[in-house]
Each structure stands twice: as structure tokens, then as C-alpha cells.
């Protein structure tokens, strides 16, 4: 009998519920679950291939001290012991621990409260700082409290949807088929999308605004002048239940005083514009969802609240179907939140800057003492390790090397510590390296435990695979250090439900102080209970809403108007420097390709890391598509292809922020991202550096498909990554050093008695060669120095085919059959169809999505392609392939 457990999908913050089902001979499944009020049994590409991303090949399997693996209680006395023997010597604020909304609200629960409430330093930050700090800056300044004042169903009840910075389509793809589901049902719904670039998200809207790169403050306070002056104040809700607006709308009337003045700053047509705001002034039911295109930001609070103060000011709030939503990157970001993950917060949202907060804690805690002021922001933590003031670091479940800006600094800050520690569930990734101790954490198929989406639902992750080696949850591993550091009391929890036991009662303390976060009646729960726990929204009493009474969590119970001066972003291009490198998300990977990348459906998608850019800019440049490119700012630089998609407006380009160096040389694009920060919320600036482009001069380039993956040969520039049944590696370098048979030899050592298939003329620079076994092909690798190369998808079809045929065994060195179509870059992922195979349906008559999904199946499962579909329909034809194959 086949097993089912009901658990959340580990990426986005949508927090889709998830059905795994494991069969008798232990194969998984994944599919959605039809009850989770997050999806309603939708998934997205992500968390379709979920299964695909399990096992135990690239684990991080035993714990290890100084590079020798030992037993749990050596290395948990060892952590223990070196971190009190760092503060013994250095104080509390020598330590700091930098964890991630990746971690379960028990495992955050655990770090905030050794950090704050044992070792009593708020030296504890999360990568959660990156992506919605901002968010919670805005809130705490509007609402008195860190509340998403919106949920799901008010997304889905709006008649305008207005979408800033924020590529729903491929960051949080289930919410976007919700939308088009409410679309479908009421056609009158309008969308506004606005973002510099026209994303997939953006294709799908009735009105794209493409504004300035961090303009949005202007736009907004442009949009609350039009309002007021149109008589669209909600005069009545603004006098019972706000502060400030004459001094909020003051400030904005200086620089936003009509819109033509604000179109030309934002860079926009007055007449869209213009259209817009009679659209938002003409709808009662507005909801204006914010993503990373806002947060991250210098200016990212202001921004937050310039949006904030038009739904104030026009009273569309705590009412169905309206209200600002900050939609959150990570699947337990809200989580941290409650518990006080950021080194700015208590717990249970209340304040590190106040004492009675303070003291109330300490004494639910029972704790020895008390971190008396907020602690450094994620980019200062890193910079107090690299020069010394932090003398020991503790990672959770992040690889701050690659996601962090200026990385190459943090990558030096790591050098210099003498004590790093990391816990993660991978063997593998760009900050173990670093580490003098590793801790092997669990991951998520095998922990237990809560999360909090984007709308505020707490639904239960649950292991439902053993744990793998001597790996253990992070709750567990925190508890055992904390009672070895000394803390005996605290943390004798036996069980994650015991956690989120003390963590609900905690939030009874908070309701004393008047906040929204309620989660008293999820307290008490029993063993059994906390195990059938189905998702709930908090604050749990009431209709789940919060400021339905019109009263927010300041101390006069009065929203906020705050003041946001309208202010372009720190470095402005120069002549050195003349673009803007903008930073972000791609459909199919998520992070630092840990865990997606294990998953061979997911990297068919983007196989390689791209600078994605306006062809004028490109061509200023002198790189043609296709080519390799580097992008160089003043802090350092990256390395990737070039590719002009037409999404990207001119002196702008953008860059994913996924490769790591397990995947690909020189394109960390956080090493290139200015660490300017905003000054209230420490969130850093990723999507506006200065930088400029050249492109990377090679004499030769090629390409190894191959069943085993290997190490890439010297060059300026190599990425792999992994298909079914094969690896491949791109590569390309300068020099007498190609790739040849000789290389393969020594790369593929058990492959020497292969049958060969090989071609090579040195005059003009070609290399051949195929590798077989029987009529299987084991490796197949393609060098040039002046010519082309082929497509790589008929060729990678052929490891995971049958035999091969001779048709096959005689196009080998040609990499194509004329009789069969390379089906070009994945575009669907969930059945395999690329561009290819779509662009000959649309020229065969499909000329719309349903019909490309009746003739090929594609957008059929997940729909996270269909804005894609939608774009190549619109274009007639394939947009031209940025990556080969
Ligand atoms: S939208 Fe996709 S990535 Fe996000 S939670 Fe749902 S399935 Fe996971």
C-alpha cells in the first residue's frame, strides 16, 4: 500500500501544499494537494519536479570537524565549545548566526532564541534581509506591525491587480494561474503590471508601465497627488483611522506635481500613465502586489509605503477584495517573521527597541539575559567578519557566497574567520568550502515542522522519508549545541510540536502588547493534533482578517501615512559604467541551484547562466547574441552569454541570480551587485549596479555530452549542468589547451575500450569524437575553433533513448538528423517540448495556448509556461535562442 503525506512544497512563498506519495518499492510521487488553501492542488514546475530532486547522491551525510568526519557528539561539543570559548574571550557580540527562510518556523524559533535570549546579542540575521526587509520596514512604519494586511482571496475577488516589481509568472507561479483563473471567470478583471522589464508577467497584462529603473517612489507619490485632487479621498477613513496624510501628500506634491512631470521622470508615456491612475481611481477593489522589484532598493521602505499611502488615502484596506501585498520570496520568510529571524526583531513581532517587549520575553523565556539593541543587517554581519568584529559565524540553510552582494567580500570575510560553521543538507556548495565545522542538517523530504506563505497560512511540512546517513533536523542540532554551550533549560525540546507549542503561547504574550499575530488557538495542541494540523491563518480568532475593526497595531491604533521622498538609486551609471545590471529570479530554478538543479526537467529550461540585454546595447558593445560576455562593475565581475530576449529596455541588462561555481565558472552575478543597502531595512540594492560589457575573446568552443559528469577542462569559461541520463558541459577557452581526445581520455578513464566514432580536420580548428558502447552512446564531444556547432537536443535525446539506429550512428558527428527536428530550448518543462516543436504548431495553425496544449500537451500540467507559449504565438515565430541547443 502506497503512502500519502500531506506536506508544503520548500521554495516560494505561494506555500503550495504538496501530496508525496510513496509507493511499496519506496519511488515517490509529487503532486498538489486539492484542500491547501494556497493552491488548491495546483503546483508549478518547481514543485512538480520535487521528486526528482530527492536522494542521497550529494549529501551532506555525517558531521565533520576540521575536515575529518566524526560523530554527532564530537562535533557538537566542538561547535559548542569553540563558540563559548569565542565569547569567553570576545564577548557575545563576537558570534553571530546568519540562517535562512528556508529553515522551519521551529528551527527559527530555536536560533532567535539561543541568539537573543541565552547568548543575549541580537547577532542573528537571515537571508530573508535580501529579499523582503523592505516589506517589513513598510509595514512597521504604516501598521505599527510587520501584518500582510492581504490574502489570496482578496488576489482573486480584485478588479484591478496591480503588480510592481514583480515577475509573478515565473517567481510565484501558482498565484499567477489564480489570477488567470479569475481572469478566465470575470474578464473585466484588469492588470497592471509595473517593472522596467517586459516579463513574462508583463505579457500577460492589459497595461505594462515600463518605468525607470527605482522611479516607483515618484510614480506612487505621483499616483496619491492625482488621487487627492480627483476627490478620491476616503475622507471618513482617513479621519477615523489614519495620521499624517497633509505631511505625506505635502512631500509628495514637491517633486510629483502633475503627470506629465511624473511621467517624465518614471520615464513613461503620460498617456499610460495617466490611464493607469484613472484605472486605480476608478476601482474600488484594488489589490497592488510587491515583490523583490520594490524591496530591493536603497529607497525600498519609501517605496513600500508610497504604495501603502494610496491604498491609505483612498481607504482600500482590511475590505475584501483590496489592500497593498507584499508576496514573499521564500517559503518560510513569514515564518521567520513571527519568530524574530531578523536581527531588527524580538519575537513574536514584538520590539527588540522596547523594554517592557523585552522584559516580557526574557521572562516567558526564563532566560538569563536579553540582546538589549537590534543587531547588524545581513551585508553588515558580513562586513563585522571581515574586519574581525565578529569572530565566529554560524550558516543555516544559505550560501551567503553567492547570494549575498559584493561577494567576493564575503568570500574574503570567510577566509579571515576563525570560526566558520555551516549547516546544510548539501556536501557541496560555494560555503562549505569555508567551513571548520559542518553540520549535516536534514532536508525537506525528511523534516518536520510549520511554515507561513505569503498570506499569513501556517501549514505543516511533514517528513515522510527517513533521514538519510547521520543527518539531523536543524531544530535538534541547535537544541544540542545550546544545552552543550550550558543553556540546560531552554531547550530540552524532544519534538518540533513542542516547539511550535511554546512558539503559539509565545504569541498570547504579543496579543498583551496588541498585535495581530495570534496563534493561541493552535496552542496546547497534542502530538497527534500538531500532526493532523491543517493549514490556518492567523490571527487565528476572528475572520482571519486583520485590521477589520479599522484599528492598526500602533500605539494611537492609527495607520500611518509616512512621508517617502521620491530618490533615484545610489550609483547612477557613469562613463565607465554605463548600463544598469538588474538582477533575478528564472522560471525553473530556484536559489543556488542546490536542490533544483538535481532535477534534470528543471535545467532543460535555462541551461546556462545569460546577460540578457537590449540588442543597441549589445551591439555598442560589439557582442552579438549568443556570444560570451562579461559584466564588470566596481566591485567585481561575472561571466555569461549573451542573449537579447526584447524584454530588457535599452542601458539595462539582467542576469539570474542562481550559478554558483558548481555550475559554471565566473558567473556568481552577486559578486557584480553594489552592496548599497537601504538604510532602514539593510536590504541591498540588487537591482541597480552600474556596470559595463566586453565581450570575452575565445579561440575555441565546444560542448561534452556525457553519462558521467566530469571536470571541466582549463578555460575562460565552462557551465554544466544535468539532463537525463547525461551531463553536459559547455566550455570555451584561448591557447593550444582544446579539449581532445587525449582530455576525454583522462576526464572518462572507463571509457578507454569505447567503440569510436571520430572526425578531425586541425586545419580549420574541428574536433569530433563519440564514444559508444555496444549502440548506446556514452559520450559525445564537439570542438571548434572558427565553425558552428550543432544543436545539443537530438543528441542528449540519444542517452535516454533506445538503441541507437544506423541513421543515428551515421548523423552522430553531424549532432542532427535531417529527418528528425532538434526540438530547440525546453519551454515547457513538465512534458519536454522546446521552442522548436512550438514554433512549427504555431506555423501549423495553433494560434492559441489551449490549441498549442491539445497538439503537443504543452501548458497542459503546471501552465508556469504559458506566458512563454503566449510570447511565441505573439511573435509568429521562435525568438532567437540565446543558448545553443
Ligand atoms: S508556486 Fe511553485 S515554487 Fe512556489 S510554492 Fe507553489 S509549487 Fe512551490
Redesign the pocket.
Known amino acids: 500500500m502506497s503512502v500519502i503525506t500531506r506536506t508544503t ?1 520548500p ?2 512563498g ?3 501544499g504538496v501530496l508525496a506519495e510513496r509507493s511499496d518499492e519506496g519511488a515517490i510521487t509529487v503532486r498538489g494537494d486539492p484542500e491547501h488553501p494556497a ?1 488548491l492542488g495546483r ?2 514546475s ?2 512538480i519536479a520535487l521528486a526528482a530532486t530527492l536522494g542521497e547522491q550529494g549529501r551532506l551525510l555525517q558531521p565533520e570537524v576540521d575536515g575529518l568526519a566524526v560523530d554527532w557528539d564530537t562535533a557538537l561539543d566542538a561547535t559548542a565549545a569553540r563558540l563559548n570559548a569565542c565569547i569567553a574571550e570576545h564577548g557575545p557580540d563576537s558570534v553571530a548566526l546568519y540562517v535562512s527562510g528556508q529553515l522551519l518556523t521551529e528551527d527559527y524559533y530555536i536560533a532567535n532564541k539561543l541568539v537573543k535570549g541565552y547568548l543575549g546579542t541580537a547577532n542573528i540575521d537571515t537571508n530573508s534581509r535580501l529579499c523582503m526587509s523592505s516589506a517589513v520596514s513598510g509595514h512597521l512604519r504604516a501598521f505599527g506591525e510587520d501584518v500582510v494586511p492581504v490574502d489570496y482571496d482578496d488576489v482573486e475577488a480584485a478588479d484591478l491587480l496591480v503588480l510592481v516589481g514583480s515577475n509573478l509568472a515565473w517567481c ?4 499567477m494561474q489564480r489570477i488567470q483563473a479569475a481572469r478566465e471567470k470575470r474578464p473585466e478583471v484588469r492588470v497592471v503590471v509595473i517593472d522596467p522589464r517586459r516579463t513574462a508577467t508583463a505579457e500577460m497584462a492589459d497595461l505594462h508601465l515600463p518605468l525607470r529603473s527605482g522611479s516607483d517612489v515618484m510614480l506612487f507619490n505621483g499616483l496619491l497627488v492625482w488621487l487627492a485632487d480627483q476627490g478620491c479621498t476616503d475622507s471618513a477613513f482617513v479621519c477615523a483611522h489614519t495620521s499624517g496624510m497633509a505631511a505625506t501628500l505635502a512631500a509628495a506634491r514637491v517633486a510629483s506635481t502633475d503627470i506629465q512631470a511624473t511621467a517624465q521622470v518614471c520615464g513613461l508615456d503620460p498617456a499610460q500613465l495617466q490611464e493607469f491612475f484613472v484605472q486605480f481611481a476608478a476601482t474600488e477593489r484594488v489589490v497592488t502586489l510587491f515583490s523583490q522589484g520594490v524591496n530591493q532598493s536603497s529607497a525600498g521602505a519609501d517605496k513600500v509605503n508610497s504604495i501603502i499611502n494610496c491604498h491609505l488615502l483612498t481607504g482600500r484596506i482590511a475590505r475584501q477584495g483590496m489592500g497593498p501585498f507584499s508576496i514573499t520570496g521564500q ?1 518560510n520568510a513569514m515564518g521567520g517573521r513571527e519568530v524574530g529571524g531578523l536581527s531588527t526583531q524580538l519575537a513574536a513581532h514584538l520590539s527588540l527597541d522596547d523594554a517592557q517587549h523585552r522584559e516580557a520575553v526574557q521572562e516567558f523565556w526564563n532566560s538569563p539575559r536579553m540582546a538589549a539593541e537590534p543587531g547588524p543587517k545581513a551585508v553588515d554581519l558580513f562586513n563585522a567578519i571581515d574586519t574581525g568584529h565578529i569572530k565566529a559565524v554560524w550558516i543555516i540553510a544559505t550560501n551567503p557566497v553567492v547570494s549575498l552582494p559584493d561577494a567576493d567580500r564575503v568570500k574574503r570575510a570567510l577566509q579571515r574567520c576563525p570560526l566558520v560553521i555551516v549547516s546544510d543538507c548539501v556536501a557541496g556548495n560555494d560555503t562549505l568550502p569555508f567551513a571548520h565545522i559542518k553540520l549535516a542538517a536534514a532536508g525537506w523530504a525528511e523534516k518536520d515542522g510549520t511554515v507561513t506563505n505569503s498570506d499569513r497560512h501556517v501549514s505543516r511540512q511533514r517528513q515522510f522519508l527517513p533521514l538519510p546517513g547521520q543527518a539531523r533536523p536543524d531544530w535538534w542540532i541547535l537544541c544540542e549545541v545550546a544545552q552543550r554551550m550550558g543553556f540546560r533549560e531552554g531547550f530540552q525540546f524532544a519534538t518540533a510540536a513542542q516547539i511550535f507549542d511554546e512558539h503559539a503561547r509565545l504569541t498570547a504574550v504579543a496579543r498583551r502588547f496588541g498585535r495581530q499575530l495570534d496563534l493561541q488557538g493552535a496552542a496546547g495542541l497534542s502530538a497527534e493534533q500538531y500532526d493532523a494540523m491543517t493549514p490556518l491563518q492567523w490571527p487565528v480568532a476572528a475572520d482571519h482578517r486583520p485590521f477589520a475593526d479599522g484599528r492598526f497595531s500602533t500605539p494611537d491604533g492609527r495607520a500611518r501615512f509616512i512621508p517617502a521622498v521620491a530618490r533615484m538609486p545610489r550609483h547612477a551609471p557613469t562613463a565607465e559604467f554605463p548600463l544598469i545590471l538588474n538582477t533575478g529570479r528564472i522560471r525553473d530554478q530556484w536559489h543556488t541551484m542546490t536542490r533544483t538543479a538535481r532535477a534534470p526537467q528543471l535545467n532543460a529550461h535555462e541551461p546556462e547562466p545569460f546577460i540578457d540585454a537590449h540588442p543597441q546595447d549589445l551591439e555598442a558593445a560589439g557582442v552579438a547574441t549568443g556570444e560570451l560576455v562579461r559584466v564588470t562593475a566596481r566591485w567585481g565581475s561575472a561571466i555569461a552569454r549573451a542573449r537579447a530576449s526584447g524584454e530588457m529596455p535599452a542601458g539595462m541588462l539582467f542576469m539570474p541570480i542562481h550559478w554558483s561555481a558548481q555550475f559554471a565558472l565566473d558567473a556568481r552575478v552577486g559578486a557584480v551587485v553594489n552592496p548599497v543597502v537601504d538604510a532602514l531595512s539593510g536590504e541591498p540594492e540588487f537591482k541597480h549596479t552600474p556596470v559595463r560589457i566586453e565581450r570575452v575573446e575565445i579561440e575555441w568552443r565546444g560542448f561534452l555530452l556525457s553519462r558521467r559528469g566530469v571536470a571541466a577542462p582549463r578555460g575562460l569559461w565552462w557551465a554544466s549542468t544535468t539532463g537525463e541520463a547525461m551531463h553536459r558541459l559547455e566550455f570555451a577557452g584561448r591557447g593550444t589547451a582544446a579539449p581532445d581526445a587525449q582530455w576525454l581520455r583522462e576526464a572518462l578513464p572507463e571509457l578507454d575500450g569505447a567503440d569510436r566514432i571520430e572526425y578531425a580536420d586541425p586545419g580549420v580548428g574541428s574536433y569530433r569524437l563519440a564514444l559508444l558502447a555496444g549502440n548506446t552512446l556514452q559520450a559525445c564531444l564537439m570542438v571548434t575553433r572558427n565553425g558552428a556547432l550543432p544543436a545539443r537536443g537530438w543528441l542528449a535525446s540519444l542517452f535516454c533513448s533506445g538503441p541507437l539506429t544506423i541513421s543515428d550512428r551515421q548523423a552522430l558527428l553531424r549532432g542532427a538528423r535531417a529527418d528528425v527536428a532538434d526540438p530547440g530550448a525546453t519551454v515547457c518543462a513538465c512534458f519536454g517540448v522546446g521552442t522548436r516543436a512550438i514554433q512549427a504548431a504555431v506555423q501549423g495553425g495553433c494560434s492559441t495556448v489551449a490549441a498549442i496544449g491539445q497538439r503537443l500537451k504543452a501548458g497542459t500540467n503546471c501552465g508556469s509556461c504559458r506566458p512563454e507559449l503566449t510570447r511565441i504565438i505573439a511573435a509568429s515565430s521562435v525568438p532567437a535562442a540565446a543558448t545553443p541547443g
Open positions: 512544497c521554495y516560494c505561494v506555500g503550495c493552491n503546483l508549478c518547481k514543485g510565484h507561479p501558482v498565484l517559503p
